[in-house]
């Protein structure tokens, strides 16, 4: 199997016609049929159902459509990485970022890199999962990724440096909007919950929250982003539980709320070990001083250094 077999099946997959896909690939029909066959062959499957009136993918086709697109774009990451090394890069660094990490924590990240190791591209992907970067790790499609613990794979090194309280969204005009008192989660047991997807480190903490407190969560939809959640809470549609931070994407319509469970979330990075090179050690360091640099910047000043009054 040849890249060029992948182009053209998913040329066809996408066209759904074997001559306006021909067209697209500016070849003529017959060799485009031919190779789509030569791919079936080595495969030992059917990939499409050809009929005179039209090409839909079969059951195995459909599965391909997403396994040759991944594989094309890896290749493609790999030449545009390689490139950049050979333009004078001292190397790429491939890092995923949970959802509240990415607001604050990866633009400190970021502009560290640049003071610190200003020959190194960052290519961040934002707004993850613990699970999507845990996999992605093990896969090797990400270098490090700043997440939300615990990782299930024994294969992953975690340095947490962080940890963040658990919060809930509630919208303004919510009946324990204005408590003055941390809520519990159990006062919270007939609303409706927009929540992170099922399996995802936030989600399963409440859960399991729920289940000591003697209710399951009515969650009325899921959504992946941090901030998604929030405007989501924000129109009304539930409540939601998040990691309390400063860098929270906020609405004039919501208000947050302590938890009187006083949980906590960890944060940090993770990484493979046996993949680890001098780049990734000093990035790893580079994400710990960042976190260290915005908690300073956010502590209240002691008595000894606030400034005198002006008299």
Same mark, same amino acid.
């Given at each position: 199997?040849? !890249?060029?077999?992948?182009?053209?099946?998913?040329?066809?997959?996408? @066209?759904? %016609?074997?001559?306006?896909?021909? @067209?697209?690939?500016?070849?003529?029909? +017959?060799?485009?049929?031919?190779?789509?066959?030569?791919?079936?062959?080595?495969?030992?499957?059917?990939?499409?159902?050809?009929? &005179?009136?039209?090409?839909?993918?079969?059951?195995?086709?459909?599965?391909?459509?997403?396994?040759?697109?991944? /594989?094309?774009?890896?290749?493609?990451?790999?030449?545009? #990485?390689?490139?950049?090394?050979?333009?004078?890069?001292?190397?790429?660094?491939?890092?995923?970022?949970?959802?509240?990490?990415?607001?604050? =924590?990866?633009?400190?990240?970021?502009?560290?890199?640049?003071?610190?190791?200003?020959?190194?591209? !960052?290519?961040?992907?934002?707004?993850?999962?613990?699970?999507?970067?845990?996999?992605?790790?093990?896969?090797?499609? =990400? #270098?490090?990724?700043?997440?939300?613990? *615990?990782?299930?794979?024994?294969?992953?090194?975690?340095?947490?440096?962080?940890?963040?309280?658990?919060?809930?969204?509630? $919208?303004?005009? %919510?009946?324990?909007?204005?408590?003055?008192? +941390?809520l519990s989660i159990a006062d919270l047991a007939h609303d409706d919950v927009v929540s992170y997807p099922r399996g995802s480190s936030v989600s399963s903490v409440v859960a399991e929250l729920s289940r000591q407190a003697g209710f399951r969560l009515r969650i009325v939809q899921e959504a992946t982003e941090t901030?998604?959640? /929030?405007?989501?809470?924000?129109?009304?549609?539930?409540?939601?539980?998040? $990691?309390?931070?400063?860098?929270? *994407?906020?609405?004039?319509? /919501?208000?947050?709320? +302590?938890?009187?469970?006083?949980?906590?979330?960890?944060?940090?990075?993770?990484?493979?070990?046996?993949?680890? &090179? $001098?780049?990734?050690?000093?990035?790893?360091? =580079?994400?710990?001083?960042?976190?260290?640099?915005?908690?300073?910047?956010?502590? *209240? $000043?002691?008595?000894?250094?606030?400034?005198? @009054?002006?008299?």
């Open positions: 199997m040849e !890249l060029r077999h992948l182009r053209y099946f998913l040329a066809v997959a996408e @066209e759904k %016609h074997f001559g306006r896909a021909a @067209e697209r690939l500016h070849m003529a029909q +017959p060799p485009l049929s031919s190779q789509i066959k030569q791919l079936e062959t080595e495969l030992g499957t059917t990939l499409f159902e050809r009929t &005179t009136r039209k090409v839909e993918l079969t059951s195995a086709g459909i599965l391909f459509v997403d396994r040759a697109r991944q /594989i094309l774009a890896d290749v493609e990451a790999a030449a545009s #990485d390689v490139g950049e090394i050979g333009r004078g890069a001292a190397g790429v660094l491939r890092i995923g970022f949970s959802g509240t990490a990415t607001y604050r =924590l990866m633009p400190e990240i970021v502009r560290l890199a640049r003071e610190q190791m200003p020959l190194v591209r !960052l290519q961040i992907s934002g707004e993850m999962l613990t699970p999507q970067m845990e996999q992605a790790l093990l896969d090797n499609r =990400l #270098d490090a990724a700043v997440l939300r613990p *615990p990782v299930q794979s024994a294969e992953l090194s975690l340095d947490e440096f962080e940890q963040s309280p658990l919060v809930a969204v509630l $919208p303004l005009n %919510h009946r324990l909007a204005g408590s003055t008192e +941390p901030s998604t959640l /929030i405007a989501l809470v924000s129109a009304g549609l539930g409540v939601a539980f998040v $990691p309390g931070s400063a860098s929270l *994407p906020l609405h004039s319509s /919501i208000a947050l709320r +302590p938890l009187s469970e006083e949980i906590t979330l960890g944060l940090g990075t993770a990484w493979k070990p046996g993949a680890a &090179t $001098p780049l990734l050690n000093s990035f790893l360091g =580079l994400a710990r001083t960042a976190s260290e640099n915005l908690h300073a910047h956010d502590r *209240p $000043p002691s008595a000894s250094e606030t400034p005198p @009054e002006t008299p």
